[in-house]
């Protein structure tokens, strides 16, 4: 079983920026795929960009431009940089492992963009 615990979140004015980080813990599969997802209240989880242990990484259309994704495989690491943060971003952030048959998911962090 594969521990993530996330980090990074926070409450910021729409336009700032904020990296969240991600670190795995335990027997991770050396083709495995680390992604960040969000759920906003009342919404579904959705994707915000996933990444490869060989660097193939995608986003979701509403974060392209603005978000980028980045791993340190050295350091089991996973780390999102999200800038000109809007409102509509507001959510709780989970970072997500999948590896084989495994799957494991972090407790979340929140992010707050309010002016």
């Known amino acids: 079983q594969v521990q993530l615990v996330e980090s990074g979140g926070g409450v910021v004015q729409p336009g700032e920026s904020l990296r969240l980080s991600c670190v795995a813990s335990g027997r991770m599969f050396s083709f495995n795929v680390m992604g960040w997802y969000r759920q906003a209240p009342g919404k579904q989880r959705e994707l915000v960009a996933a990444i490869s242990s060989d660097g193939s990484a995608n986003y979701a259309d509403s974060t392209k431009g603005r978000f980028t994704i980045s791993r340190d495989n050295a350091k089991n690491a996973v780390y999102l940089q999200m800038n000109s943060l809007k409102p509509e971003d507001t959510a709780v952030y989970y970072c997500?492992?999948?590896?084989?048959?495994?799957?494991?998911w972090g407790q979340g962090t929140q992010v707050t963009v309010s002016s």
């Open positions: 997500r492992y999948s590896g084989g048959p495994n799957e494991s």
